[in-house]
């Protein structure tokens, strides 16, 4: 849990995580100032109870306007449950101003009502309401204009986007390639209120590295990609000094002088490296085909994207190109 005053942060480590956060839920409800609210778990072996999810959201108070809910999946609902999370997060819908939502499973219905609770014009930068939704995973190659398009929300926000001019909405979506040929692992960042996609490659590297290329030309490598998920979801969530996780736009006002609880608070950088730097610290290390046709042709072969129009909905994986004048053998690339 953070010591920030103001935000509260729950890194999960079982088996007793599912009884400490129950015990939060009174201390929660007494915070009559808190302004913003992050439960992110860490990695475990151990699912949240949803009934325990919900008992902390009906407990934040009046004060709380900024919401991140990351279970990294490990959260269940018994059989026996009819309760919803989404449920419980519409209800707080009204005064949100930054939200995120990552949860094992959760219905789309609830989500239209975001619509009706999001202001109609807003004239304050720091009030701009940003929902960042995490889908599920996609596999396979082949192209699909059926789940982006089809959610419920997606087409809400296309009936009103004059209406969400000031909003910000995002989902995020995982893609799984059979293979660099037919596609590599891709994350969609979908702004569906702006109806542009950002698709971002992320590839094997090597002694279960992944590199990420990312859509200003630059590339991290990383052991667990989980851990640059923030930047390729564009941080609109930041760990700050302390363990605190904030919204971006409230750390920014804060950095530029304007009104913010965020005072005093010192984001904390994320720790990347490229390809080559990487590279350079492991010599001996083999990476993988993906990196190697690169250093062959000079170039690179993978590329984030960027989809308006029609395509913004598309959910293809990214592809290598297959340069002028070169042809694959197997995985490897050579001179035609």
């Known amino acids: 849990m953070s010591s920030h005053s103001s935000s509260q942060r729950a890194l999960s480590q079982p088996p007793h995580v599912p009884k400490l956060l129950a015990q939060l839920v009174p201390i929660i409800a007494s915070l009559e100032a808190l302004k913003c609210f992050s439960l992110y778990l860490a990695e475990s072996a151990y699912c949240i109870p949803r009934a325990t999810l919900i008992a902390l959201l009906n407990a934040l108070p009046a004060s709380c306007t900024n919401l991140e809910l990351d279970t990294r999946g490990e959260d269940h609902r018994k059989k026996e449950e009819e309760a919803h999370v989404c449920d419980a997060v519409r ?3 009204p005064r949100m101003h930054n939200i995120y939502r990552c949860l094992r499973a959760s219905a789309q219905v609830p989500w239209p009502s975001i619509v009706g609770y999001l202001p109609v014009s807003r004239c304050s930068v720091a009030e701009t309401r940003t929902i960042s939704l995490v889908q599920n995973t996609l596999y396979g190659p082949t192209v699909t204009y ?4 089809s959610m419920p929300l997606t087409q809400l926000v296309a009936q009103q986007t004059a209406s969400l001019k000031e909003s910000r909405i995002y989902a995020m979506i995982r893609l799984y390639g059979d293979s660099p040929i037919q596609g590599c692992e891709t994350q969609l960042r979908t702004d569906l209120v702006a109806k542009t996609t950002w698709a971002f490659p992320i590839m094997p590297f090597s002694f279960d590295n992944f590199i990420v290329r990312l859509n200003n030309d630059s590339e991290i490598v990383c052991f667990d990609d989980s851990k640059i998920e923030p930047i390729y979801e564009g941080l609109v969530w930041k760990d ?3 363990g605190a996780r904030l919204p971006s736009t409230v750390l920014d006002a804060a950095r ?8 005093g608070c010192v984001e904390l950088k994320l ?4 390809g080559k730097e990487w590279a350079e610290k492991h010599p001996r290390a083999a990476p993988d085909s993906s990196w190697r046709n690169e250093k062959v042709v000079g170039k690179q072969l993978w590329f984030a994207e960027k989809r308006t129009g029609d395509d913004y ?16 053998v197997g995985d490897s690339i050579i001179r035609a």
Do not use: D
């Open 256 to 263: 530029e002088g304007r009104p913010s609880f965020a005072t």
């Open 91 to 93: 209800g707080l819908l």
């Open 313 to 328: 909905v598309s959910e293809r994986p990214i592809y290598e190109i297959n340069p002028e004048g070169w042809v694959r």
């Open 146 to 149: 059926g789940h982006l398009s």
């Open 240 to 242: 700050v000094v302390g």
């Open 271 to 274: 720790s990347t490296q490229t």
